[in-house]
């Protein structure tokens, strides 16, 4: 196989981030021949590992909200990096925070911190998805991170930020997540902040 050619059938598959499972079925051979040349052009600088399995092409590096939804599925962008997004946190946000029905992990990709936390499937909702940077990604509504992000809040896993800018958000919207996780808790610290 020609790196070139496999280059090109990558851009024109437009798969930005991508398996040994996808690269095989768009070059259509074998796993090994597939898991070879991954291994080989990798060590060679033509892809970059973002993790176990998940590669990318070194030249045409996705962002890190394309990363973010792809290194752990299912999952969808949240918590503070999606409040700093929507700015209603002050701060910069480094690392890159999402809501999965997954175990709760962390990845480092492209010298970027991944952290994935667990949420029950009843409150997996809230997210659409969003074209940035000629990508389609998903990413908590303003109101849903919110809510997240104060249930870890409310679990004692998050501290609240004090600068929260909550004015321009739909209060009943907020208060209609709240109330699908079922926590007279969490409700009480809502009410409070609105």
Do not use: W
């Amino acid at each position: 196989m020609n790196p070139l050619e496999v280059q090109k059938k990558i851009i024109d598959n437009d798969l930005l981030i991508f398996t040994p499972l996808e690269f095989k079925r768009i070059l259509n051979v074998p796993s090994k021949m597939a898991y070879n040349f991954l291994k080989y052009y990798t060590k060679k600088g033509l892809f970059i590992r973002l993790k176990n399995s998940v590669y990318c092409l070194a030249f045409r590096t996705p962002s890190e909200f394309h990363i973010a939804n792809k290194l752990y599925q299912p999952s969808y962008i949240s918590f503070e990096y999606a409040l700093s997004y929507y700015h209603l946190i002050p701060e910069t946000v480094y690392t890159i925070t999402s809501a999965t029905t997954k175990p709760t992990r962390e990845f480092e990709a492209l010298n970027k911190v991944y952290r994935y936390y667990k949420i029950k499937k009843a409150v997996f909702l809230g997210y659409e998805p969003k074209k940035i940077e000629d990508v389609t990604i998903f990413i908590a509504e303003p109101e849903k991170a919110l809510v997240d992000y104060l249930y870890f809040v409310d679990l004692k896993k998050k501290i609240l930020n004090e600068r929260l800018v909550i004015k321009s958000l739909n209060k009943k919207k907020i208060i209609d997540y709240a109330e699908i996780f079922r926590r007279q808790s969490l409700m009480k610290l809502i009410k409070g902040l609105l």
